[in-house]
């Protein structure tokens, strides 16, 4: 060897680093979780009922709006999680004498990206919602269905409020240099969550739907927080100190979430399926399935909570993070699993409601699932009356006053005119429209002003 340090011929040449790139090592896992979850998905809607068959004599949406609606809508909820974990440990973990310390400026920005993409979610689902609902592609849809869907109905009244908050937070986020107007931000983002519980979804249509939705809507905050916070510390809190001061606060937090969470999901089956016997003789089907598994990934995750606090944060605190990064890496893979099991369970029909389906036509189950009407029952966000190329299809009874969906995927203009002058409605072909249901309760027959053979009864309770 010279002096310059040239390698002789005679040695031979250091082997080639073939190991990954620190780089590569969390995009790996990250889609890898991702892929996971979205085959937990697609599992767990069929086990649950949760993907419904094409309308019998309608066009559908299409294979991409059925599957990735789904997707999209768990896509909004991880952010969700993303942003309200990140404020949270920006305004409650991550304290600051005096402003934001750098971390928490750190967390304010990932809340910023985190509620871009959960606005963006928010806003696809609720166009494939529409699409979904009337069956024919996002590219068809017209301005009119798409104004009466934001307007005039729970889900898209809720969509609207959702980009509005999610989307306030995403800019916010960014110009925040407090600790108090962090804590609104989290206020802002909490309220996001609650908006579709309140507007949609199986608990606005429980008997009593005040306690329902206050009991879902603590059952989706403290879920959340829960879910949000471990995974906000996990990845930005990574510094010894922080991470054992976070962790701390966060371990009360969390211990408040976990009672919380099995509370408020306890008594949110009982009032959603109608009581204690109703959820048991539901644990023999698909939607009692998926509840037992979310049970069950709760149990689990109480586990692992006690296990941090008994073993893992005194050794963090001692200064050795290794084993609480590494039982909560998989604390977090588990609680976004209960999180997407929360989602195809909330796209799964309850028994209750497959039931009431069933008996609606009185035919019994095989003739309901032919009908065209089978096909746009989605609880809360269904079809009252579709109109197809041959008759009208009702659903079944309304509330006196209750605003009334109809979509008309016939190719001629029909109209729903009542005997009694109740409602006079005009539907042209390919729309969505809403109209008040006669306050008088009774049964109200229509018929169409272009075609005598259009006719049926619209009974009001």
């Known amino acids: ?32 979780t991702g892929g996971g979850l979205a085959a937990l998905l697609a599992g767990a809607l069929v086990v649950g009922g949760g993907e419904p068959a094409a309308p019998s004599g309608l066009a559908g949406a299409g294979p991409l709006v059925e599957s990735g609606l789904p997707l999209v809508t768990l896509a909004g909820r991880i952010a969700a999680v993303g942003t309200v974990g990140t404020l949270l440990l920006a305004a409650v973990l991550l304290p600051g004498p005096a402003g934001l310390p750098a971390e928490s400026r750190r967390a304010l920005r990932a809340a910023s990206a985190w509620a871009l993409a959960w606005t963006a979610a928010t806003a696809l689902g609720a166009l494939l919602t529409v699409s979904r609902l009337v069956g024919t592609a996002p590219t068809s849809l017209t301005w009119e269905s798409l104004r009466i869907f934001a307007g005039d109905t729970g889900a898209g009244r809720a969509a609207v409020l959702g980009v509005a908050l999610s989307g306030l937070v995403a800019v916010a986020a960014r110009r925040c240099t407090g600790a108090p107007a962090a804590g609104l931000l989290l206020v802002v983002s909490l309220s996001a969550l609650v908006v579709p519980v309140v507007l949609s979804g199986h608990s606005a249509a429980a008997e009593d739907h005040v306690l329902a939705v206050t009991t879902l809507g603590v ?29 701390d606060r966060y371990s009360r937090v969390a211990l408040a979430c976990f009672l919380a969470t099995a509370v408020s999901g306890v008594l949110a089956a009982v009032l959603v399926l109608g009581g204690t016997g109703a959820v048991l003789a539901a644990l023999g089907t698909g ?14 995750l109480g586990v692992l909570g006690l296990h941090h606090r008994r073993l893992t944060l005194p050794r963090l605190r001692a200064g050795d993070g290794r084993d609480f990064r590494r039982f909560a890496a998989g604390e ?14 909330a ?4 028994p209750m409601a497959a039931h009431a389906a069933a008996g609606s036509t009185g035919q019994g189950p095989q003739a309901t699932a032919a009908d065209p009407m089978a096909g746009h029952d989605h609880g809360e966000l269904s079809v009252g009356v579709l109109v197809d190329g041959t008759r009208f ?3 079944g009874p309304v509330a006196a006053g209750a ?24 539907v042209p072909s390919g729309t969505l429209t809403t109209f ?13 002003r272009h075609s005598a053979a259009f006719a049926d009864v619209l009974v009001v309770e």
Do not use: C, I
């Open 287 to 300: 939607y009692g399935t998926l509840l037992l598994a979310k049970t069950a990934g709760l149990t689990v």
């Open 332 to 345: 977090v893979v588990l609680l976004l699993a209960t999180v997407t099991l929360a989602v195809a369970l």
């Open 1 to 32: 060897m010279s002096r310059a340090g040239t390698v002789t011929s005679g040695r031979p040449a250091p082997a080639r680093d073939r190991t990954p790139r620190a780089g590569q090592a969390p995009w790996r896992a990250l889609a890898l």
């Open 219 to 247: 059952h989706v905050v403290a879920a959340t927080v829960w879910v949000g916070g471990l995974l906000a510390l996990l990845v930005l809190g990574r510094r010894g100190t922080v991470s054992a001061g976070a962790a």
């Open 347 to 350: 796209a799964s029909p309850p």
């Open 393 to 395: 299809h009702v659903a």
């Open 436 to 448: 008040l249901a006669p306050q008088e309760p009774g049964e109200h027959r229509f018929t169409s």
């Open 403 to 426: 605003r009334v969906t109809v979509h008309n995927a016939g190719e001629a203009e029909v109209t729903l005119t009542a005997a009694d002058g109740s409602f006079d409605v005009v």
